[in-house]
């Protein structure tokens, strides 16, 4: 076995058992191995829920001590901008979804199309989020030595409190605003970590999709990176109402 | 020779396997990227052994100062760093991969039949950052340290200290995530990679125990992660997450922090417990008493080990409700304990022992676990929690666990599974020399703490009043033969590696997979793919075999 050719030994190998190229040597079987990368996968997301519920139970308890001050913190929210995100977001999992269909029943340009699609759709969300955290900038509503409190004390010197209708908070409870917008720059900012996460990968994966790579039969990295983009899409999905939509039904 | 079960193969005509891991590719990038686990696994054990001797000189260096009633060896702040990089060191880049990246990932996949872990990539991506950890912790050393202690707790950590909290939050970050891709990678292989008839219940309890530990790694970890991350913000651009004056707090960090860290001790010791199983079978030669409930009740402690973790605040100012809950809970995890001293303890009974070295260092790891366990029990309880706390009566009680209990069995099982790692022998009568050594001295370091604890010593200082010098200086003592207990396996481990006795495959008779293959062995691990057809630990099936093997041979 030692002595003959690898090249010839491993075309015969393929010849006799049907091992596909990109079935790792210490797999059975092809089920086996998808199933094994599969299952990783959902135990990886299960670790990032646990990233992210630390920071949701802060949020949980922080809402009931300082609720006043959360509901004037999110009213400093655009309701607009984050729903339209809350849209892009959705529809880029649906191209997602799509690209994972078109790589299963192997259409390549269908492919490498909702991929770029899903590309656009993630940077269209970081660049409406840069335009939500700039106004926090200017506003002086990023916690830390510049923070400000008075669109909280002087409601109606501020357009968005005053559009909201509030009434000026007492100084105790307009300074937790600062817990709020605390946690909204954590959330959301860990949440922006993993889309720019996601979308270098798309950025590798359109480059490897146009070779070909995921067309072939192999669709694992396509699926799993599915699984990672919709994890990524539900977070928000959970942000959007705790952050934007607190006391709306009043 | 009746005494040992040792059977080697004739030294003038044994050879170590031409092919095999160790021998298939040469060169320092063959090792760099590699994915075979047993390889990755040798790269593990080199790296834990250094950051060991790293927190051990640490150690050394607290054991001198504590020689004297003053600060004289160091000053104090100097103190308070040495003894938070002991911690840090010692927890984050020895205790928690010690045994899971090490034996775990030699023998896991070995155990239940497998060629490899499912993910080789990934397992070398955790062993990349581990060492980014490490060098991120040796960049604070060297630039000043920290010193918050390992628990970082808030606001001093995010406020009051001018010490590298970054760099070392960071190093904790990364090593975390080595850690996560550790558990990860067992529970998908324990799950999809098992051999044909390697059902669950005939899998080693080392198996067992390591899904148990993978669970609480997984689950655990990213919490700690985000808890760093969030002092990190703080610290930084100075959120108010943990900040009272902004109506964050800092209660909540301990919260975060210790649905961690107390899991954590778990994912220490569990591993060390699934050590223990195998060695205690094997040089009993029976099967493990109650294989089920010693199965469960690693499940039950990983289980139980996240709803206890508010037992380290029970000074801090949780209610007085949380305090009994978390006290009754506490104790519950006694239970599982328990059962596993017990069942090994009943498996001794009427089993045919002989007293190699794992042996000793499992009688060892089965008397100073308990002590520390029970001794537990006083810190659970929240009447005497309150009067021992933060004295020296816990730096005893984690240290009977950690370094009595988890140690003694990270050096059992280096010393059990040493033979089919290299395929040579170590020297048996100095290692049973060192175990010996090593539990002389572990008692002469760590029991007068106790004493010292119950009179009031507090920990956490360099300083401490004239009347406790004399059991401190025991304690110091006791630490020197500790230290030479440590050193003997490196220098006698080193040396086997050339001149030891060739192993052959199954030198102790075990029954375990990982046994039934050469060693060292090949990089797939076995010739043919093996399939298990008996229980675990079935000693009449090895007869059975041996006798198969003298039949087609004669």
């Not at chain 1, 970081?126 to 909280?152: A, R």
């Not at chain 1, 909204?184 to 996601?198: D, V, W």
């Not at chain 2, 155990?111 to 397992?123: E, H, R, S, T, W």
């Not at chain 2, 891709?181 to 098992?194: Q, S, Y």
Request: hydrophobic content about 50%; glycine content about 8%.
């Amino acid at each position: 076995m030692s002595d003959s050719p690898a090249i010839a030994h491993g075309a015969a190998d393929s010849a006799v058992h049907e091992h596909p190229p990109y079935q790792r040597h210490h797999f059975e079987t092809m089920a086996q191995q998808n199933d094994a990368t599969n299952f990783a996968m959902w135990i990886f997301l299960l670790t990032e829920v646990m990233f992210f519920g630390g920071l949701f139970t802060a949020y949980l308890i922080y809402r009931n001590w300082y609720y006043p001050a959360f509901v004037a913190g999110s009213h400093q929210l655009s309701i607009p901008l984050g729903g339209l995100n809350t849209l892009l977001l959705i529809t880029s999992s649906f191209t997602m979804a799509m690209g994972v269909w078109c790589a299963e029943t192997r259409r390549k340009s269908g492919l490498v199309l909702c991929l770029i699609l899903t590309f656009i759709l993630g940077l269209g969300f970081l660049g409406i989020k840069t335009i939500e955290y700039s106004e926090k900038i200017e506003k002086h509503h990023v916690p830390g030595f510049h923070y400000s409190l008075q669109s909280f004390l002087d409601p109606a010197s501020d357009d968005a409190a005053k559009a909201a209708g509030d009434k000026p908070m007492a100084l105790d409870m307009a300074r937790h605003t600062e817990v709020y917008f605390s946690l909204y720059f954590a959330m959301t900012g860990m949440h922006a970590l993993h889309m720019i996460i996601g979308i270098s990968i798309l950025g590798y994966m359109i480059f490897r999709a146009r070779a070909g790579a995921y067309t072939a039969g192999h669709v694992a990295f396509v699926e799993n990176f599915g699984l990672y983009w919709h994890f990524v899409d539900i977070i928000w999905i959970f942000l959007f109402p705790l952050l934007y939509l607190i006391s709306r039904h009043q | 020779m009746s005494d040992t079960i040792v059977s080697l193969p004739d030294q003038r005509t044994a050879r170590i396997p031409k092919t095999n891991y160790l021998s298939k590719e040469n060169g320092l990038l063959s090792w760099l990227l590699t994915g075979d686990h047993k390889r990755i696994a040798i790269l593990y054990l080199i790296s834990i052994t250094c950051f060991f001797f790293v927190g051990g000189a640490l150690a050394g260096l607290i054991r001198l100062e504590l020689l004297t009633p003053q600060s004289d060896l160091m000053a104090t702040d100097t103190y308070n760093k040495v003894f938070t990089m002991h911690g840090v060191v010692m927890i984050f880049l020895f205790l928690v991969p010690s045994v899971p990246a090490t034996l775990g990932n030699f023998f896991i996949p070995m155990m239940i039949g497998a060629k490899d872990l499912a993910l080789p990539k990934v397992n070398l991506l955790s062993w990349y950052l581990y060492i980014v950890g490490g060098i991120l912790v040796l960049y604070t050393m060297i630039s000043g340290g920290v010193d918050t202690g390992w628990t970082f707790t808030t606001p001093l950590s995010t406020h009051y200290v001018n010490t590298n909290v970054l760099s070392t939050g960071l190093a904790v970050f990364v090593a975390g995530f080595s850690s996560i891709f550790t558990g990860l990678n067992f529970i998908v292989t324990i799950h999809k990679m098992r051999a044909p008839g390697m059902t669950w219940f005939r899998m080693p309890l080392f198996v067992w125990a390591h899904y148990a530990a993978s669970i609480l790694m997984v689950l655990g970890t990213p919490v700690l992660a985000i808890a760093i991350v969030l002092v990190a913000l703080e610290r930084t651009i100075g959120i108010g997450v943990f900040d009272p004056t902004k109506g964050g707090d800092p209660l909540l960090f301990q919260h975060l922090f210790w649905f961690y860290s107390h899991p954590a001790v778990y994912i220490m010791i569990l591993p060390g417990m699934g050590v223990i199983s195998e060695t205690i079978s094997t040089f009993s030669r029976k099967r493990v008493f109650g294989y089920t409930a010693v199965a469960f009740s690693s499940v039950a402690i990983a289980v139980f080990g996240f709803f206890v973790w508010a037992h380290h605040m029970f000074i801090m100012g949780i209610s007085n409700y949380s305090v009994l809950i978390f006290s009754l809970l506490t104790m519950l995890v006694a239970v599982p304990s328990a059962i596993k001293i017990f069942n090994w303890t009943f498996t001794l009974y009427k089993g045919s022992i002989t007293f190699e070295t794992p042996m000793l260092y499992t009688f060892g790891f089965m008397g100073l676990f308990t002590i520390g366990g029970l001794t537990g029990v006083f810190l659970g309880t929240s009447g005497t929690d309150i009067h021992l706390t933060e004295t020296y009566f816990i730096v005893a009680h984690f240290h009977f666990v950690m370094v009595g209990g988890m140690l003694m069995a990270f050096l059992a099982g280096i010393h059990f599974w040493w033979p089919k790692m290299t395929g040579r022998m170590y020297p048996e009568k100095i290692s049973q020399l060192a175990a010996v050594v090593t539990f002389i001295g572990f008692n002469l370091t760590f029991f007068p703490q106790f004493i010292l604890g119950t009179l009031g010593m507090p920990r956490r200082y360099a300083s401490y009043p004239p009347e406790f010098q004399i059991l401190n200086v025991f304690s110091t003592a006791g630490a020197t033969v500790l230290g030479v207990g440590y050193l003997l396996p490196v220098l006698y481990l080193t040396w086997s590696l050339k001149y030891g006795e060739i192993a052959g495959d199954n030198p102790w008779q075990a029954t375990g997979l990982e046994w039934q293959t050469q060693s060292p062995p090949l990089t797939e691990n076995f010739a043919e793919p093996p399939i298990m057809d008996h229980e675990a630990y079935d000693y009449d099936w090895l007869e059975g075999q041996k006798e198969k093997e003298v039949a087609s041979v004669g």
